[in-house]
């Protein structure tokens, strides 16, 4: 899933089937994050091989919540594009393909 889209930013959520791992990918996000973590840009989470994953996602203006097969797995960070312009979220799929069973977006006002 890419998320906080805008024609210049976007930060990524995704499973790599391959290496076994959600990645959450902020080297796009907008404003360079700098800290004493060794990639601040990008966090993984190793999960068991599977056919198919749940995820609860939480966007904010400058968050992501991310609660992976029911809160067994979480991840969280900010982001900071530009709030105006990067409010877009797209689905990709890299060398496979992807589906979905059930999509359910709701706004919090």
Do not use: W
């Not at 601040?40 to 999960?47: G, P």
């Not at 599977?50 to 067994?72: N, P």
Request: charged share 35%.
């Amino acid at each position: 899933v890419k998320l906080f889209c805008s024609t210049e930013h976007e930060t990524l959520l995704y499973y790599d089937r391959e290496k076994e791992l959600v990645v959450f990918d902020r080297k796009k996000g907008g404003t360079e994050l700098t800290g004493l973590e060794k990639d601040v840009n990008e966090r993984v989470c190793a999960i068991d091989a599977k056919e198919s994953i749940e995820f609860d996602l939480f966007l904010d203006v400058t968050s992501l919540e991310a609660f992976i097969d029911g809160g067994r797995h979480t991840m969280t960070g900010n982001v900071y594009p530009d709030p105006a312009l990067a409010q877009g979220i797209r689905f990709f799929a890299e060398e496979g393909s992807a589906s979905f069973e059930n999509l359910e977006k709701y706004d919090i006002r």
